[in-house]
């Protein structure tokens, strides 16, 4: 299982950005994927989850501002994240595994890339 995300960088407050996790080495379709971050000083959260079935689930602080999505032809996974708020600064993650585990469970995860959230 590979995982490489792309699409990070900086953007100012309220601003929008696409990240991008391309999968291979796995059938994509039958993997539930997440996304999770890490802000610097603290420990790793996860952020949302898309199922084998497209259901969608969001943390809390995101809800309403990212939206979780996948193109199972392409093997890829997407967060477009909108009205982006300092806090959110921090490594993006995508992880997979066969079924939903807690997040330090998930077996396979990504490099990250760097979101930065700055005026």
């Known amino acids: 299982v590979q995982l490489v995300e792309s699409g990070g960088g900086l953007v100012q407050p309220g601003g929008s950005l696409r990240l991008s996790c391309a999968g291979s080495?796995?059938?994509?379709?039958?993997?539930?994927m997440i996304w999770a971050r890490q802000a610097p000083g603290k420990g790793r959260e996860w952020v949302s989850s898309?199922?084998?079935?497209?259901?969608?689930y969001y943390a809390d602080f995101v809800k309403g501002r990212f939206t979780i999505s996948k193109d199972t032809a392409k093997n890829t996974l997407y967060l477009q994240m909108n009205s982006l708020k300092p806090e959110d600064t921090a490594v993006y993650y995508c992880?997979?595994?066969?079924?939903?585990?807690?997040?330090?469970?998930?077996?396979?995860w990504g490099q990250g890339t760097q979101v930065t959230v700055s005026s």
């Open positions: 992880a997979a595994d066969l079924s939903p585990q807690a997040l330090s469970s998930y077996r396979n």
């Open positions: 080495g796995f059938t994509f379709g039958s993997y539930h």
């Open positions: 898309i199922s084998t079935s497209g259901s969608t």
